[in-house]
């Protein structure tokens, strides 16, 4: 897989959380734990570079485990992720849908 543009191998990377944002809150506590000598601000700076795209995976209410959210993360601002759903799983109509944003590699 190639990352959009900079020529380099993209990655798949797995981290367990109850959303989007603990997932990425979960990263920073592994980077502090590691006493790399960083502060949250320079981590968070780090996480907010390096990572584009965030999916995450629900267990249903029937037990199955079913993608429910893209989301795209644009930066930081204030020192906070932000953070836009590209897509959402309905459970409604059972199908995954777009939202009404456009990724960052398409504006």
């Not at 795209?53 to 199955?64: A, C, I, K, Y």
């Not at 959402?88 to 990724?103: G, H, L, M, S």
């Amino acid at each position: 897989m190639r990352y959009f543009g900079s020529g380099h191998d993209g990655s798949l990377t797995l981290i367990h959380g109850t959303s989007v944002e603990d997932a990425l809150r979960r990263l920073e506590s592994l980077c502090l734990m590691a006493d790399l000598g960083l502060g949250l601000a320079e981590i968070r700076a780090m996480v907010a570079a390096g990572i584009q795209l965030v999916t995450f995976q629900e267990r249903l209410p029937d037990g199955s485990r079913k993608m429910v959210e893209i989301a795209e993360l644009r930066g930081l601002e204030h020192l906070r992720y932000v953070l836009q759903p590209l897509m959402r799983y309905n459970r409604d109509t059972e199908q995954f849908e777009f939202t009404d944003a456009k990724p960052g590699w398409e504006r």
